[in-house]
């Protein structure tokens, strides 16, 4: 069974520049997961989406960001204008039920860099 | 609000000897913990966690943690290092006041030497 996966794997833009980061999750997930870790901090949540509805998005630091899942499948993560704190990993996860003691399987993450 | 504290950015430890990675935890409600590991340039990948029941969890590649209600901890443990066990290690944590969210901790450098 495939795994989270997530495109690109690496990306670097110049500041001001708009990237979109692809999630494809565990098939049959419903719930899929944005997080990030930048500056070498700890990782972030940003959003979450259950199918195509966005369950909470909390997390998301700003209006630069804007998350899609049209269709309940893969998800979409745009930055636009990047800005150089938005250097960073941002990992996209997915799990079967939204049940606080079920297990959140994570991608191999897509790394930012912003110049 | 939830949170989680690793105090070690780093752990070093001899193949072949014990290795424990600590984790603390505040939650206002029943915690659900988690530890994830990220070996270099890879993604986060799942190791065990604790959500009722016996509190010795065992997990991938003969991790074990230990949750400690009274101490509010979740230490992971492995009885002998392999210097393949080096990697980043990431303790995490929700309860049902948060949604679905995980909250993690700050990360610890796990360097096994030979």
């Known amino acids: 069974e495939a795994g989270v996966t997530q495109f690109p794997s690496h990306s670097v833009i110049e500041k001001g520049q708009t990237v979109t980061l692809r999630c494809d999750p565990i098939s049959g997930h419903d719930n899929l997961y944005w997080y990030r870790r930048v500056m070498g901090k700890e990782i972030k949540f940003l959003l979450h989406f259950v199918k195509e509805s966005k369950q909470d998005e909390s997390g998301m630091p700003n209006n630069r960001f804007l998350a899609e899942r049209t269709g309940g499948t893969y998800s979409t993560l745009k930055v636009q204008p990047a800005e150089l704190e938005d250097s960073g990993v941002y990992f996209c996860a997915s799990s079967q039920v939204a049940f606080s003691g079920n297990t959140i399987y994570f991608g191999e993450g897509s790394w930012l860099t912003v110049v | ?114």
């Open chain 2, 1 to 114: 609000a939830q949170s989680v504290a690793q105090p070690e950015d780093q752990v070093n430890v001899a193949e072949g000897n014990p290795l424990t990675v600590k984790c603390t935890y505040s939650v206002s409600g029943n915690p659900y913990l988690f530890w994830y590991v990220q070996y270099p340039n890879r993604g986060l990948q799942f190791l065990l966690k604790y959500i009722t029941g016996d509190n010795l969890v065992k997990g991938s590649y003969g991790f074990e943690a230990e949750f400690n209600k009274s101490q509010t901890s979740f230490h992971l443990k492995k009885p002998s290092a392999l210097v393949s066990d080096s990697a980043l290690y990431f303790c995490a944590v929700r309860d049902e006041s948060s949604g679905d969210k995980l909250t993690f901790g700050t990360g610890t450098r796990l360097a096994v030497r030979p």
